[in-house]
């Protein structure tokens, strides 16, 4: 009797899942309401996205591009929020990520036109962007992915991060003058809350990651001007990300194993930009995209390849080697 209940135990265990970690894995034609031979089309599709994956990064990766595929045709035909109109869209969106991955790995010029992304932003910060995301041991394109999403909606007039953020701040200024401000305002590169930062002293000092010769910021003012420093920034949201990312996996707050799941390139970027949305497992610009520019962050910035932006287009410059590992703190010109 103790051994089968043990092993019902243990069943139970290997089967559970945090809330709003990962969504259910179901089947895909019960979100394509079409004719058979247009539901056919876009399952073929579908199933060849999920393949090219598999070629280029593996099958953790390819389990990742298929469910967050699922969740967003999921989405779409229950009316939730979600990042395209059609399955159509959403699967030429993830093609043409897909053939920015084959060309990064190929270390060929990466075309990234007609995609919402702001490379230059990220390369010109990928030394403090690395240092960061391994001081806490998270994947490096989780962080990278961040600070695209958040860049480029700064990069527009009125960015789905970024853009948003800072008229919501300014609401919150204004407002302040008469009472409690309703938002935290958020800075830098990360666009990171000075009051989440100044929250990460005990996470930080746990992996090591805080240089006990610099004081740790105490007060609004200093954390305000900590995040004014690239990599302070970074190592802020970083950590902030590990304590979502434990929670999420339901690790013990003071685990800090390397992770290295691809659904985080989902993860990071969906919660950091919007909880309450992620909680519910709805998709948006920055979620969906965020998984793919992750995956492609994670292959350029680990490369031994130095990338140089260009616009929307990424060039190798130059392979690491004996004579050339000092190069790999320096940052190749940039012209966004």
Do not use: C
Not at 34 to 52: G, M
Not at 110 to 115: A, F, S, T, W
Not at 270 to 293: C, I, V
């Amino acid at each position: 009797m103790l051994q089968r209940s043990l092993a019902l135990l243990l069943v139970l265990l290997a089967s559970w899942t945090a809330p709003g970690h990962r969504p259910q894995a179901e089947g895909l034609r019960a979100y394509l309401p079409y004719p058979p031979a247009e539901r056919e089309a876009l399952v073929r599709r579908f199933l060849a996205a999920k393949s090219s994956a598999h070629l280029l990064l593996g099958p953790q990766a390819a389990r990742a591009v298929a469910e967050l595929l699922r969740l967003e045709l999921r989405n779409q035909a229950e009316g939730k929020r979600s990042a395209f109109q059609t399955p159509k869209e959403a699967l030429e969106a993830a093609e043409a990520w897909l053939s920015a991955l084959g060309q990064a790995r190929r270390r060929e010029a990466v075309d990234l036109r007609g995609l919402p992304t702001a490379p230059w932003h990220v390369l010109s910060h990928q030394e403090e962007v690395r240092k960061a995301a391994h001081a806490l041991r998270i994947p490096v394109g989780v962080l990278a992915a961040i600070v695209d999403n958040e860049q480029h909606g700064g990069d527009k007039a009125l960015g789905l991060s970024r853009g948003v953020r800072e008229v919501a701040d300014e609401a919150a200024l204004a407002l302040a003058q008469s009472g409690p401000a309703p938002f935290s305002r958020t800075l830098g590169l990360a666009q990171m809350s000075w009051e989440d930062a100044l929250r990460q002293r005990p996470r930080l000092e746990r992996f090591g990651a805080w240089d006990p010769a610099r004081p740790f910021p105490e007060t609004e003012k200093e954390a305000r001007a900590a995040l004014e420093d690239p990599y302070l920034n970074l190592l802020f949201t970083a950590s902030r990300l590990r304590g979502l990312f434990n929670a999420l996996y339901g690790l013990d707050p003071a685990d800090t194993r390397p992770l290295e799941d691809p659904w985080l390139y989902y993860l990071g970027p969906a919660w950091h930009n919007y909880p309450f949305r992620a909680q519910n497992l709805e998709t948006w610009e920055d979620s969906f995209h965020g998984l793919f520019k992750g995956l492609l962050y994670q292959v350029l910035l680990e490369d031994e390849v130095l990338w140089r932006a260009q616009g929307q287009l990424l060039r190798p410059v130059r392979r690491y080697g004996p004579g050339l590992l000092e190069a790999r703190g320096k940052t190749p010109g940039l012209e966004p």
